[in-house]
């Protein structure tokens, strides 16, 4: 994000190994957390510099003419600390990093300190504004504190809940939860509240109703809450934090409907068998296949293993007297698929506003056997470029 010192006719010419890019308006040059390829100089156009969150990207600067993105890549900043999306048609011209790198080395001791002082600065002020930035996001619950809000209902729970042996269930009360997730937490009472309403909807926890001591005459209120597992709470905010502050990573924390009810397949007919010391399960392949088909109207094919793998969710395929199996860890699957289903409602929180109790859920129906991906087995309109489901290319039956 620092003006270029030399004119951009100059470095087309000094540079023979530069490369113009024209992007579209609304086109997006990187995302935050992508690898630095190369420094791009803006010959032209517009850029704004973001931070992309879901369906609401959150503005940082914008930059024009012979201003330049991914310098800090000559001081080893491997990522993108931001996105960038162009806001006009845009061209840019990128140089690969070693070329400015060796020109960097061949300045004068008194050029490399100065350029040095003012990339450092930069990125101190970008991560400054990205924290203000973030700090104002006016989402009930932004990315950046689901892991913190569901980490704090975790801890509380653990250290000031009451567990019961038989069945596991950890008890604490909601004054409890309430004061100590503030206090000691800094948490919202509001968005913890909308969380608590969350995992309720999920059945993750329970609420005790009841009148308070003090006001027998009152209306009911939440006493305590129940939770049945920890686990689940616990899987679910270390798989968000750790991709979240992954480089690289945030398409994981993406929601994908198909893989969900792929992974419920899954989860159904393991649920059905006894797992081993291990905690590894082992089903029928072809049970599994009946199972998509019944539920999902499709045929499960490799592209949908390498859809799962890519999500993150292993099987390993064995061959069994003959017979095909599918073995996995039940337990991380459970965990995984609760995990997809409490991404779903965050989305939806963040839409609405609030945690809606009443939503009645629905499934999608069945796939028609007309036109159909051959990646996803998503229906296709007509004439259609690419899948509105996992958004492969088309091609025209010749």
């Known amino acids: 994000m620092i003006r270029a010192s030399t004119p951009m006719r100059m470095l087309e010419v000094s540079l023979m190994s530069t490369s113009q890019k024209v992007y579209k308006k609304g086109e997006v040059l990187f995302k935050d957390g992508d690898k630095i390829q190369s420094i791009a100089f803006i010959q032209s156009g517009s850029v704004n510099q973001c931070l992309l969150r879901g369906k609401k990207n959150i503005d940082l600067f914008q930059l024009a003419t012979n201003q330049v993105l991914g310098e800090s890549s000559l001081f080893g ?49 970008t991560n400054e504004v990205k924290s203000s930035k973030v ?39 909601w004054g409890m939860m309430r004061s100590y997730s503030q206090r000691v937490m800094g948490q919202s009472l509001k968005r913890l509240e909308q969380a608590f309403n969350l995992l309720v909807k999920l059945k993750l926890a329970s609420y005790e109703m009841g009148k308070l001591p003090e006001d027998p005459e009152g209306p009911d209120v939440i006493l305590r809450v129940n939770i049945p597992s920890l686990d689940v709470l616990e899987a ?49 392949f072809n049970a599994v296949v009946e199972l998509v088909k019944e539920k999902m109207g499709i045929n499960f094919n490799n592209d949908h293993f390498s859809r799962l793998e890519m999500k993150g969710v292993m099987a390993k395929r064995r061959t069994v007297d003959n017979q095909v199996r599918l073995e996995f860890e039940l337990k991380e699957y459970q965990n ?16 609405k506003g609030f945690v809606d109790m009443d939503e009645k859920e629905e499934r999608k129906a069945k796939k028609s056997n007309g036109p159909s991906c051959p990646q996803c087995s998503a229906d296709l309109a007509p004439q259609a470029k690419f899948c509105s489901e996992c958004g492969t290319k088309i091609v025209a039956a010749a």
């Not at 995984?336 to 839409?351: A, P, S």
């Open 77 to 125: 900043q491997p990522t993108h600390l931001t996105a960038a999306i162009a806001t006009t048609e845009t061209k840019v011209i990128e140089v690969p990093i070693d070329i400015l790198k060796q020109q960097y080395e061949g300045a004068p001791p008194a050029m490399k300190m100065f350029i040095k002082s003012v990339v450092d600065r930069l990125k101190t002020v």
């Open 135 to 173: 700090s104002t996001d006016s989402s009930p619950c932004p990315d950046e504190l689901v892991p913190q809000v569901f980490g704090a209902i975790f801890f509380t729970a653990l250290h000031k809940g009451s567990k019961d042996e038989k069945t596991g269930v950890v008890t604490v009360e």
């Open 236 to 284: 679910f905010f270390e798989f968000y934090q750790y991709y979240f502050y992954k480089p690289g990573k945030g398409d994981i924390l993406k929601y994908d409907d198909f893989c969900a009810q792929l992974l419920e397949v899954f989860v159904t007919e393991g649920e059905k068998v006894a797992p081993d010391r291990f905690g590894v399960v082992s089903v029928e």
């Open 336 to 351: 995984i698929y609760f995990t997809w289903r409490i991404l779903r409602e965050l989305d939806k929180w963040n839409e």
